[in-house]
């Protein structure tokens, strides 16, 4: 079972184009973090939303936390070629030490078409 | 250098054979992680440990082991490799009490395949 859902699972637009991706869950976790991954390399953090209700903005990349924290949304206006890549969600919850190592959704794989 | 390292880059190795996968780091960071990414599956978890003294098995840690030389440094073994361990494998890092601001860092990734 997944804990974490990304949707869709492939993205493929014209630059310009506005796009949302989806990170469901139905736990509750204690911040949740976007990643993005180019081919060979490792994912980089993009952003780490904690609070519930949070909307945070990275150009433009806009992240929104989910008001339960169970859900997270990042959506690109005007995609660029440069956007292409592999992008993750990962989820963090609250542990008897702590919290949890991160658990990652399978990812959406956007290709923006110049 | 990359804060953090893993070695090799790529690695083909037959049915059976044991390897080890190397993770080394220049943040300081008590905290480390073996991930394995498949076409699909997104990143697993395998192994983890917040500090030397401490090793915690993740999601999918049969058929392998791991050992924490010290705070930098953080190695996955595969006992007898089989086809189905061919992945991508990732090591990471985190500060402990600010990793889920800060984020994870990753390795460059070990490029397995079991033949």
């Known amino acids: 079972t997944q804990l974490l859902e990304q949707s869709p699972q492939f993205l493929s637009i014209q630059e310009g184009e506005n796009l949302t991706v989806y990170c469901n869950s139905s736990?509750?976790?204690?911040?949740l973090q976007w990643y993005r991954q180019e081919p060979g390399e490792g994912p980089v953090l993009l952003v780490t939303?904690?609070?519930?209700?949070e909307v945070k903005k990275l150009k433009r990349l806009t992240f929104q936390f989910g008001d339960a924290r169970k859900d997270s949304s990042l959506h690109i206006t005007a995609a660029q070629p440069g956007d292409t890549g592999l992008y993750l969600c990962?989820?963090?919850?609250?542990?008897?030490?702590?919290?949890?190592?991160?658990?990652f959704g399978k990812g959406t794989r956007l290709s923006v078409i110049a | 250098d990359a804060d953090v390292t893993q070695t090799p880059r790529n690695r083909i190795t037959k049915t059976g054979k044991r390897i080890m996968l190397e993770c080394s780091q220049t943040?300081?960071?008590?905290?480390m992680y073996w991930y394995r990414q498949d076409p699909g599956l997104g990143l697993r978890l395998i192994y983890y440990?917040?500090?030397?003294?401490?090793?915690n098995k993740g999601e999918i840690s049969d058929g392998y082991s791991v050992s924490r030389q010290a705070q930098a440094k953080f190695s996955l073994s595969l006992e007898s490799a089989i086809p189905n361990q061919t992945a991508l494998y990732f090591c990471?890092?985190?500060?402990?009490?600010?990793?889920?601001?800060?984020?994870?860092?990753f390795g460059s990734g070990t490029r397995l395949t079991v033949v």
């Open positions: 939303v904690v609070t519930g209700g």
């Open positions: 736990s509750v976790f204690s911040s």
């Open positions: 440990s917040f500090d030397v003294k401490d090793i």
């Open positions: 990471a890092t985190s500060d402990g009490p600010t990793g889920q601001i800060y984020g994870y860092t």
């Open positions: 943040k300081g960071h008590d905290r």
């Open positions: 990962a989820g963090s919850r609250k542990g008897d030490s702590g919290n949890t190592p991160l658990v």
